[in-house]
């Protein structure tokens, strides 16, 4: 079955610190990958996506993630994080010839920026 | 201008009610989707509606039914509510059905049977 890895449960780190969130997918076809942001109590935001063209995709509030085909992955990075990043970080893959639409969302890793 | 809303925020209700969610998008979109976030975080598909049609029909119970009245309206009722129901819901919608389109998320509803 098609899914989508998350290997970090749970990132800490403290303020101005680089941090990179790890996303791999399981996947022998071509993918569209996504990274979604969930604040506390709040919906899902996008962050950026990758369709095609340049492996190195550049989001909103300062994050960038690279996909790596080889390695089937979609790490998310962010050189210096802020207190208000503090939240919960969704990776999310969309198979070509899957059901039309789909997505199919990792478990999620909760960033914890710390003073 | 909330692009796409979900009514009620929270939902507290006893075993074996009936109940709806509402969602509605003003973006114009197609297609809409309901997603269920279990208690560990985990999100995943219900059902896809595009223009009105359902498309995506994951393992859902049938006690769970969407309806879409029009293309900027995704309903989702659920009958004879269980303990692992208990969940938050979120609706999301994009222009259309393709792989290539983002989808964007309401704020979710926060589902507790007791």
């Known amino acids: 079955a098609q899914s989508v890895t998350q290997l970090d449960s749970q990132v800490p780190v403290f303020e101005e610190a680089p941090v990179e969130l790890r996303c791999n997918y399981s996947?022998?076809?071509?993918?569209?990958l996504f990274w979604y942001v969930q604040y506390p109590n709040q919906g899902l935001q996008l962050l950026l996506k990758y369709l095609s063209g340049s492996t190195l995709v550049k989001g909103i509030n300062g994050f960038e993630a690279e996909f790596n085909k080889s390695q089937t992955s979609f790490h998310l990075r962010k050189p210096s994080v802020h207190i208000s990043d503090t939240a919960e970080y969704f990776c999310a893959v969309k198979y070509y010839g899957g059901s039309q639409g789909n997505l199919i969302f990792g478990k999620g890793t909760k960033l914890s920026v710390k003073p | 201008d909330t692009a796409v809303s979900q009514t009620p925020k929270y939902l507290v209700t006893q075993m074996g009610n009936d109940k709806s969610i509402k969602c509605e998008q003003n973006l114009g979109h197609d297609t809409m989707y309901w997603y269920k976030q279990d208690s560990k975080k985990f999100l995943k598909i219900m059902f896809s509606y595009n223009n009105k049609e359902l498309i995506i029909n994951e393992t859902v119970p049938n006690r769970f039914s969407p309806k879409s009245p029009d293309k900027a309206h995704l309903n989702l009722h659920i009958n004879s509510l269980e303990l692992g129901d208990s969940a938050v819901y979120f609706c999301?919608?994009?222009?259309?059905?393709?792989?290539?389109?983002?989808?964007?998320f309401g704020p979710g509803t926060r589902l507790t049977v007791l």
């Open positions: 996947s022998s076809v071509s993918v569209y």
């Open positions: 999301a919608s994009s222009h259309g059905g393709t792989s290539t389109d983002t989808q964007y």
